[in-house]
């Protein structure tokens, strides 16, 4: 790759970042507002019971969460190749399969999981009925989601996101105007949000569909039939499968064990806990979303140097974005949440706290991820993480069974994170030259000290000033001002403060010539 061609690539990893934010920025203060209502009109009850069913059609969904990961690999592959036949090849047959993963969405979620749900679920008395409506909805919104997966992965994979920003936006905002009718629909409320939901999802797969038949030739729907590729994408999905059911079984797990000794008022805790976290999630998914395209693009072209280059800068600039919105939040947490939701489950606090925590890990292990299915063989990887979650959520059933304290759901997850990152950096080192070493030292030992360094720092500001909006507005600048210097003194290598130096000069000389004008 010529170094033109690079520094196109690498504005338009900035172009498309600015994009993803402004469709972040909207969609986060919609949801802020929407949340806020959907939990007071709701309660608390039908809040955690619309979580916890809705958790039973996502852990069937995790083969269609595999076909996602196919999928994209495969088209983003073949666009790195600049193979406009083998794109349409893979578009089409992910239609196949996404199909007939809808149908075996619906069959599990009408067997087994309909059982789960009438025989081991809490649910409150009275809401059997209202369970089922959400249930049935979910599935169907389910199945909607599931065959537009080829379109999302179409407009990601082409780094269109201009228009995945602007789709996305129109989808908050419709969420909003639900929110903003449901205050004064005199029908049972939790089945009229999930009905409005559900053709929400129907909409957008309506859209998705026309705007890829409009934009790409490519992503134009034919009946033919590839043996050899049905067959590669199903080997490389199979692994997936593998790697997200044990996700599913880890993320929605935790939600069935606190439902099981705590109830769907502790679910209603974790909800809001994991909004959060997919708030912030936000932050460093936006700039990973659009560097995951020239991961797989570099590694087709044999650029394994910028290959690594990119995962190492995507682990370490995401998690600076993610301490400068998480550290405050971290911190005033008790006070965010008056202001946010004035009345919160017991539990929240601590709930948002480990649960930003664990998101750190997140952050690195998503670039070792990309890098895996770049190469297209994911199987070691995913053996690794299955066989860390296997191994310790019967642990964290029987800490939370015989303790009989939630968080140590949390405490536990933490250290499986730590082991599965471990073995997820041994297994990524055999696809990509990279050393121990050089990783530790410029990704996991700096972002480590500079978040032991601000949060000791801004606990003791923190607790040296009387709980209100003067504080809560100190804390934010003062963490701002902190990371700043921190991430620059220590974040960034020699060559990256070089860069940023002369990016500064280069700013300032721009501003005393206008001046001069």
């Known amino acids: 790759m010529d170094f033109t061609s690079e520094k196109y690539s690498n504005k338009r990893i900035a172009v498309n970042t600015i994009l993803l934010y402004l469709r972040m920025f909207v969609s986060l203060s919609i949801g802020l507002y929407t949340s806020r209502i959907v939990l007071k009109v709701l309660g608390f009850e039908d809040y955690g019971l619309n979580n916890v069913v809705g958790g039973i059609i996502a852990m069937f969904a995790f083969i269609n969460n595999a076909m996602i990961n196919s999928t994209s690999r495969f088209l983003t592959y073949a666009i790195g ?44 008395e009275g809401r059997s009925f209202a369970a089922r409506w959400l249930y049935q909805l979910s599935i169907l919104s389910a199945v909607v989601q599931v065959v537009s997966v080829p379109y999302n992965a179409a407009i990601i994979a082409y780094e269109k996101m201009s228009a995945f920003a602007y789709l996305s936006i129109l989808d908050a905002s419709l969420k909003l105007v639900i929110v903003l009718l ?18 929400i999802s129907i909409l957008d797969r309506i859209i998705y569909g026309i705007y890829c038949k409009r934009n790409f030739d490519t992503c134009q729907f034919h009946i033919k039939w590839n043996q050899n590729l049905f067959k590669r994408m199903l080997a490389f999905a199979g692994w997936s499968t593998f790697g997200n059911f044990s996700f599913l079984f880890y993320t929605h797990g935790l939600n069935i064990i606190l439902n099981l000794f705590g109830g769907t008022v502790v679910n209603a805790a974790r909800g809001i806990a994991v909004q959060v976290e997919g708030v912030l999630r936000q932050f460093f998914i936006n700039v990973q979303t659009a560097i995951n395209p020239q991961i797989i693009k570099s590694y087709a072209q044999n650029d394994y140097d910028r290959t690594k280059m990119l995962m190492f800068a995507s682990s370490k600039y995401c998690a600076f974005l993610f301490f400068f919105i998480a550290l405050p939040i971290m911190i005033e947490t008790p006070f965010i949440l008056r202001l946010w939701l004035e ?109 032991v360094i601000s949060s000791g720092v801004m606990l003791y500001i923190s607790n040296n000033l009387n709980e209100n909006i003067f504080r809560l507005v100190v804390t934010i600048g003062c963490s701002s001002i902190l990371l700043s210097i921190l991430i620059y003194s220590i974040g960034l290598n020699c060559s990256e403060r070089f860069f940023v130096k002369n990016k500064i000069k280069q700013f300032l000389g721009k501003m005393k010539c206008k001046k001069s004008l």
Not at 83 to 110: K, M, P, Q, T, W
Not at 111 to 120: A, E
Not at 395 to 424: C, D, H, Q, W
Request: glycine share 2%; aromatic share 14%; proline share 4%.
């Open 343 to 451: 009345n919160y489950p017991e539990h929240t606090i601590n709930f948002i706290r480990l649960t930003l925590l664990i998101s750190m890990f997140d952050i690195l292990v998503n670039p070792l991820f990309t890098v895996n299915v770049a190469s297209g063989k994911i199987r070691d990887y995913q053996l690794g993480f299955c066989s860390v979650t296997f191994l310790f959520m019967p642990i964290v059933y029987f800490a939370t069974k015989y303790t009989g304290v939630p968080e140590i759901v949390f405490a536990t997850t933490i250290i499986m994170n730590s082991v599965a990152l471990i073995v997820r950096l041994i297994v990524t080192k055999r696809k990509l030259t990279f050393s121990y070493r050089e990783y530790l030292k410029n990704v996991v030992f700096r972002l480590m000290l500079i978040f």
């Open 182 to 199: 449901l205050q004064f629909t005199p029908y049972d409320k939790l089945i009229v949000y999930a009905s409005l939901l559900c053709t």
């Open 81 to 124: 190749e600049k193979n406009d036949r083998s794109v349409n090849d893979v578009f089409c047959a992910s239609i196949y399969i996404h199909f007939l993963i809808a149908i075996l969405l619906i069959i599990l979620g009408e067997t087994i999981g309909l059982w789960f749900l009438d025989n081991k679920i809490v649910i409150p």
